[in-house]
C-alpha cells in the first residue's frame, strides 16, 4: 500500500515511516501541509495518514483542499494526531464529509495499533 | 506588592502549561522509538531515544534555571560574559540534534565583542532552548533538503544582538507578540513557526527577562529570528570575547 504520511516533527515521521515499511507498506513522509499537496500531485498514494497541528496551514485546511479536488476526493484518510480527540471536535457529519476513516490520538496508538488501522483500512478499500 | 506576586505566579503557570504540551513530543519520539527498537532492533531507534531524553532532560533544566532566576530578586548573579564563547558551547550542545533532523547548524559572528553582563548558564540555557524550537520547526517547513539554523551575533543600533535565526518569513513581530500573551493558554501560539507549544522560545525569554533583556523579532543576514539585545560593559575588556 503506497502512504503519505503528513508528520510535522522529523524524528517521529521516521519513526512512524520506518514502522509501516517494515509492515509491508510503501510511505513517503511530508512535514507540512504544501509538500503533502505537492507530493498527491506527483503521486497518488492508497492512503493518506495525517497531523491535524501543523505550522503555518492547519490540518483541517489541507483535508478541504485534498477534498477539493476530484482526484482526491475518495483518497482515504487516516487522522494521527496529538490533539485529543475530545478536542478536535470533528463531528461525524464533518469527519464523513472529509472522508476520515479513522481518528488516532498519538500518545495512545502504539505503532502495533497504527498498522492495525492502516491494514483495516485496506481491508475496507478493498471491499 | 501582592498583584505582582499573583502576575508573576500567573505567568509562571503558564510557562509550566507550556512546557507540559511540549514535553509529550519528546516522550511521544521516546516511547515509539523504544516500540520499533524492541520490534526490528533498529540502532537508529535506539541513538533517537538517547538524543531525545536528553534535549528533555536540557529543557527541563532550562525551565528550572528560568524559575531560579526570576525567583533570585534581590541577588540576581551577573557576570561578566563573552557572547561569543557562549555561542559556540551553545553550537556544540546543538548540534547532535540539528544532525538529526538532518538541519545545517551554523555559528556566524562579525567581529569581536566586548563582553556582556549576563548569567552565563542561564544565557547558554536560553540560547540552547530557542535552538530547540528552531531546528525542529524548520526541519518540518523548509522545502529545501538541509535547511540552515544559524546561531549569530551582530551589533545593533541598541547594543550586542545574539540569536537563533532561519529562513522563515512567516515569523513576524505580530504573531510573536500574540504569541507571547496566548502561550501556555493555547497549544499552538507560534503558529507560523512550529506545529508544537514552542516551550523553548518561552522559557529562553523568562530566562533572558531575568538578565533585564527580552527576545525580540531580529534579522540576521537575510535571515528572521529571535534574538536579545546586551549592552556591553567597558568595565570588562579583561576578559577574552
Given amino acids: 500500500m503506497k502512504i503519505l504520511l503528513l508528520e510535522p516533527d522529523k524524528i517521529l515521521g521516521q519513526t512512524y515511516a520506518a514502522a509501516l515499511e517494515h509492515a509491508g507498506h510503501r510511505v513517503q513522509h511530508v512535514g507540512n501541509a504544501q509538500d503533502g499537496i505537492s507530493a498527491l500531485d506527483n503521486e497518488l498514494p492508497d492512503l493518506v495518514i495525517a497531523e491535524l497541528q501543523l505550522a503555518a496551514h492547519n490540518g483541517i485546511e489541507f483535508l478541504y483542499e485534498l477534498r477539493s479536488y476530484t482526484d482526491w476526493q475518495k483518497l482515504p484518510v487516516l487522522i494521527l494526531s496529538i490533539v485529543p480527540p475530545h478536542e478536535l471536535s470533528l463531528s461525524l457529519k464533518l469527519q464523513q464529509q472529509l472522508g476520515i476513516a479513522g481518528c488516532h490520538y498519538k500518545p495512545h496508538t502504539r505503532l502495533a495499533d497504527l498498522i492495525r488501522s492502516v491494514n483495516q483500512s485496506q481491508t475496507v478499500q478493498a471491499v | 506588592m501582592g498583584r505582582g506576586k499573583d502576575t508573576n505566579i500567573a505567568a509562571q503557570k503558564r510557562l509550566l502549561n507550556a512546557l507540559a504540551e511540549q514535553i509529550k513530543l519528546p516522550l511521544l519520539q521516546i516511547a ?27 529543557l527541563l533544566d532550562s525551565y528550572l534555571l528560568s ?14 560574559v563573552s557572547i561569543a ?9 546543538l548540534s547532535k540534534l540539528a544532525s538529526s533532523y538532518g538541519c545545517q547548524l551554523e555559528l556566524h559572528l562579525s567581529g569581536r565583542y566586548e563582553p556582556i553582563m549576563a548569567n552565563r548558564a542561564g544565557l547558554e540555557a536560553a540560547l540552547t532552548s530557542l535552538g ?8 518540518a517547513s523548509a522545502s529545501e533538503p538541509k535547511p540552515v539554523v544559524k546561531l549569530a551575533a551582530h551589533r545593533g543600533k541598541q547594543g550586542i544582538v545574539a540569536g537563533t535565526f532561519a529562513g522563515n518569513e512567516l515569523l513576524t513581530a505580530d504573531m510573536y507578540h500574540r504569541a ?48 536579545a539585545t546586551f549592552q556591553p560593559s567597558k568595565q570588562l575588556n579583561l576578559v577574552l570575547s
Avoid at chain 2, 523568562?206 to 540576521?220: C, D, E, K, P, Q
Fill in chain 2, 132 to 139: 530547540f524550537v528552531f531546528i525542529e520547526a524548520v526541519s
Fill in chain 2, 180 to 227: 507571547r500573551r496566548l502561550h501556555g493558554r493555547v497549544r499552538q501560539p507560534l503558529t507560523g513557526l512550529t506545529s508544537t507549544a514552542g516551550a523553548g522560545v518561552f522559557i529562553a525569554d523568562s530566562l533572558l527577562a531575568s538578565m533585564s533583556t527580552r527576545l525580540r523579532i531580529a534579522h540576521h543576514q537575510k535571515l528572521a529570528g529571535l534574538a
Fill in chain 2, 67 to 80: 524559575l531560579r532566576l526570576n525567583q533570585a530578586s534581590t541577588d540576581i548573579f551577573l557576570e561578566p
Fill in chain 2, 85 to 93: 564563547a557562549v555561542l559556540n558551547d551553545t553550537a556544540h550542545e
Fill in chain 2, 32 to 58: 515509539r522509538s523504544a516500540e520499533l527498537a524492541l520490534q526490528q532492533g533498529s540502532t537508529e531507534a535506539l541513538n533517537n531515544i538517547e538524543l531525545t531524553a536528553d534535549s528533555a532532560l536540557k
